[in-house]
């Protein structure tokens, strides 16, 4: 990574050297066809006799043509100027992105294989546990249990990849119609609660509020912030689900008491790939796609997504539809 830092400061470096001296050569060019016109016009001044009857005539019309050579010299000037920094500009920022793409990618690699390792090998323990001992009842309901959330979190991650992907490209097509908000933030939360009993839940769900959108795509909504609140609140910490109707918008909100995000952070938590720290030395699971996924759904149903600092700590998510 420090080597890559070091490649990308000197192709900076080296990229800033070149423009300056595109920008000086513009100039040189300039600053020389202003001399030649200059002594061209000396010249031809010079040529003309003094009891010549036209001489302030000639004398005139040899100004106003050095007059509309510097004129000229300066609008080709500053187009050629212009469309060197524009396209200075656009490539810079073309090539950064791609940078920071390409950097997004590499950490979203990694946080796949370290996603997709850990349910594994957790799934496959269990199994061979289940087959080469004889367990009381509970243990092995225990370790069914434990093989199975760590399944659904393989689900998860296949769906959140699947789906970010044809949304991105337009391929999936959305089903709009009208659904019981209530009954799915509900059931999503009733499930969480059997999978989690050891988490502190807290829940306001308004009965009877619906908004028209696709099940699956809403379900992938809630699912993603409740999980993101799993995430970053630490065991003891209240996790808070809350629906209501405020005038003709449903808001759906979920709170935690993690460490809260910086205010610099907040808005480039909904990129897509993109997570704080870096991804060799970050404790907490996760892709970047989970946020991105809520932002891009929320969006395609005509909703707000915002994320506000909880007090005294910790966030809170909020849906507007």
């Known amino acids: 990574m420090l080597f890559k830092k070091k490649r990308l400061a000197v192709a900076t470096t080296v990229y800033w050297i070149l423009l300056a001296y595109i920008i000086t050569g513009l100039a040189w060019w300039f600053i020389a066809l202003q001399t030649t016109n200059h002594q061209m016009t000396e010249y031809r001044l010079r040529q003309l006799t003094m009891d010549d009857p036209h001489y302030e005539a000639r004398a005139e019309a ?7 050579k510097t004129a000229g010299y ?3 000037g500053s187009t050629f100027l212009l469309l060197i920094l524009l396209g200075a500009i656009f ?8 940078i920071r793409l390409q950097l997004q990618q590499q950490n979203f690699m990694m946080a796949v294989t370290h996603e997709l390792k850990t349910p ?24 069914i249990q434990a ?20 949304l991105e490209v337009g391929d999936y097509i959305q089903a709009k119609e009208p659904l019981d908000l209530s009954a799915l933030v509900g059931h999503s939360l009733h499930d969480y609660r059997a999978r ?24 992938m909504l809630v699912n993603n912030l409740v999980e993101n609140a799993i995430k970053y609140s630490p065991r003891e910490g209240m996790i808070t689900v809350t629906l209501n109707k405020k005038g003709r918008h449903a808001c759906l909100s979920v709170t935690d008491e993690g460490q809260g995000i910086p205010d610099d952070e907040k808005k ?54």
């Open 62 to 68: 040899i100004l106003n043509e050095q007059d509309r």
């Open 74 to 76: 300066i609008g080709e």
């Open 91 to 98: 490539v810079y920022r073309e090539v950064r992105r791609q």
């Open 120 to 143: 594994i090998a957790v799934t496959k323990l269990n199994l061979e546990t289940l087959r080469k001992h004889k367990l009381d009842e509970a243990k092995q309901q225990k370790m």
């Open 147 to 166: 093989a199975l959330q760590e399944t659904n979190r393989l689900d998860t991650l296949a769906n959140n990849i699947l789906v970010a992907s044809q």
């Open 196 to 219: 989690f009993p050891e988490r502190r839940w807290e829940d306001h769900i308004e009965p009877g509020i619906s908004v028209v959108g696709d099940n699956m795509l809403l379900q």
């Open 268 to 321: 480039k938590i909904f990129r897509k790939f993109y997570r704080a720290g870096q991804e060799a030395t970050r404790k907490t699971k996760g892709t970047g796609l989970g946020l991105y996924l809520c932002r891009k759904i929320a969006e395609d149903h005509k909703a707000v997504l915002k994320v506000t600092d909880n007090s005294p700590v910790g966030s809170i998510f909020t849906v507007i539809f």
